[in-house]
């Protein structure tokens, strides 16, 4: 589907400028284009970045797109995945890569005054925060709500940036959601799946909006159940990506920045 109000996906040289290693499993990137601008996008599109034998892997964009200088991408170790091993093993700071972008149709719209539930499981977190801190930047006053869901504590790669958002903003709350939290742990916030603590806290969301951002088991239980709930068909919009058949399975789907292989 194309996206209105932007030129079409085109392909760019970008470099490694910056690495953060931010838990077990995923690295954060920080690309700057090579002789041009960052390409204007919109929050919650996303990246193809194009490997050398012709394969492609997507990366959600997790910055802004008032913020022009730098594109950052969280990325997810696969085991198995030939390019995220690369990015953990080998990447480092001065490489180039081409991608082609932006792509996509998922991405936060602001003709609504509705509330806004955001669903991310994993680094599904990845264009939430690109669509946040658009929001933020844009002065939107609509209540937002984050349902961040995750296995255990250590998953929850970046928790101090939401937790600073609820503490800035008055229309923001901050929910994080843990599926298998461990022994050491000791967890006694919420548990269970992500999209359920939704349904408990909201068992009527005829009045809100929703996007949600993860594997695509979660995106595919959560619609109808959110459907079920009031949530109009209007008012709902999700973004999933499922690897290659090879990897497919619950474990390694991927919404498309925490993404491809």
């Known amino acids: 589907m194309a996206t209105p109000g932007l030129a079409p996906a085109r392909i760019h040289t970008a470099r490694v400028v910056k690495m953060n290693r931010l838990s077990h499993d995923i690295m954060q990137v920080f690309l700057r284009c090579q002789g041009e601008e960052t390409p204007r996008f919109y929050a919650g599109q996303y990246i193809d970045i194009l490997l050398p034998e012709g394969e492609k892997r997507s990366f959600s964009f997790a910055t802004a797109p008032h913020e022009r200088e730098l594109i950052e991408l969280q990325i997810r170790l696969i085991p198995g995945g030939k390019f995220t091993t690369h990015v953990f093993n080998e990447m480092k700071v001065g490489d180039t890569l081409r991608f082609e972008g932006p792509l996509g149709s998922f991405f936060l719209r602001e003709d609504s005054d509705k509330p806004i539930i955001f669903v991310a499981g994993a680094t599904g977190f990845a264009p939430v925060k690109s669509m946040i801190e658009h929001a933020i930047h844009r002065g939107l006053k609509r209540g937002m709500y984050l349902y961040w869901g995750v296995r255990s504590l250590r998953d929850l790669y970046l928790p101090d940036l939401p937790r600073e958002w609820e503490r800035r ?9 843990l599926s298998e939290p461990r022994p050491e742990d000791n967890w006694t ?10 349904l408990q806290d909201f068992p009527d969301l005829s009045a809100h909006q929703i996007y949600a951002c993860g594997s695509a088991g979660m995106v595919h239980a959560a619609r109808p159940a959110f459907m079920a709930h009031g949530l109009s068909e209007y008012d709902c919009f999700s973004d999933a990506f499922r690897l290659a058949p090879q990897l ?5 789907e991927m919404v498309r920045l925490g993404g491809s292989a």
Not at 169 to 175: A, C, H, Q, S, T
Not at 189 to 198: D, K, Y
């Open 248 to 252: 497919a399975s619950e474990e390694t």
């Open 169 to 177: 903003l008055p229309n923001f709350k901050f929910v994080p959601v």
């Open 189 to 198: 916030g919420r548990t269970g799946l992500v999209h359920e603590a939704i």
